[in-house]
């Protein structure tokens, strides 16, 4: 599989990692990379000899979530293009989501924004101890709309609404108190706990792990078309309003928003 902004390697056990390889820009989220992310998630979803599929970033991040010029990009759009771009994201998350092979992620760095949102959709997620989260869009006066279905769905109303109104950053011990990651542990240790992780799917019928996820989601708090919806209006509606226009303008020009020199 060739991509232009990720890499997948498959070896002869059919283990499949899946790494964003964008170092340089600490894999922030382009639009190519959700289209690259989208269409692998299709062809290993299909993949007869793929058992389990690793989600991990190049370098030193997982992902720093959006990326600059994608955000430039969004401050010129229409409502309509904003929503076109959201859904993109929104979709590739599902497709993720509904992978019906065992997806562990490799939180090996920093993951913010829709970062975050990448560890949700995993089954499972170990992370480095070194490693920072945070949900920062309020920062900019924005909210991490597209997201939010899959954030709440595995830490739960309590923690989300504590991150996602504070946009405060956290460690990777507090990821692993409210669920976000499942285990945390020293950066040398991460490949062999990827492989304690991973182990117990080689003894498991394909047919029927594609099953036993799927049921999760059928008896869990299914993410419907209609909530997608809901929340690509409401990011539309607040990349409208003139918080959003100074917090945006404010990051691209690299000094402190009005809110914030207010506070200091």
Request: include cysteine; aromatic fraction near 6%; proline fraction near 4%.
């Amino acid at each position: 599989m060739n991509f232009e902004t990720i890499s997948v390697a498959v070896d002869e056990r059919g283990v499949a990692v899946l790494t964003l390889a964008r170092p340089d820009q600490h894999n922030a989220l382009s639009g190519q990379m959700i289209g690259d992310l989208t269409s692998a998630a299709a062809r290993l979803g299909v993949d007869p000899k793929v058992r389990v599929v690793v989600l991990t970033g190049a370098g030193t991040s997982f992902c720093a979530g959006a990326d600059l010029k994608w955000m430039k990009e969004q401050v010129n759009a229409t409502r309509e293009q904003r929503i076109t771009e959201a859904r993109k994201l929104a979709l590739m998350l599902k497709a993720l989501r509904e992978l019906p092979k065992p997806l562990i992620g490799r939180v090996n760095g920093q993951a913010y924004g829709g970062g975050v949102g990448l560890i949700t959709v995993c089954d499972a997620a170990i992370a480095t101890a070194g490693a920072r989260f945070g949900l920062t869009e309020t920062r900019l006066g924005l909210i991490p709309a597209t997201i939010s279905p899959y954030v709440v769905d595995r830490i739960g109303t309590a923690a989300a609404l504590r991150y996602f109104s504070s946009a405060r950053f956290f460690a990777a011990s507090e990821a692993r108190s409210v669920g976000l990651v499942s285990a945390v542990v020293e950066q040398d240790e991460l490949d062999a706990a990827i492989e304690v992780e991973i182990g117990p799917y080689f003894s498991t019928a394909p047919g029927a792990v594609a099953a036993a996820k799927a049921l999760v989601r059928a008896v869990g708090q299914p993410i419907e078309e209609q909530v997608i919806e809901m929340t690509l209006t409401r990011l539309a509606d607040t990349w409208e309003t003139a918080e959003a226009r100074e917090g945006l303008t404010a990051f691209i020009e690299k000094r402190p928003s009005s809110w914030k020199a207010q506070a200091s």
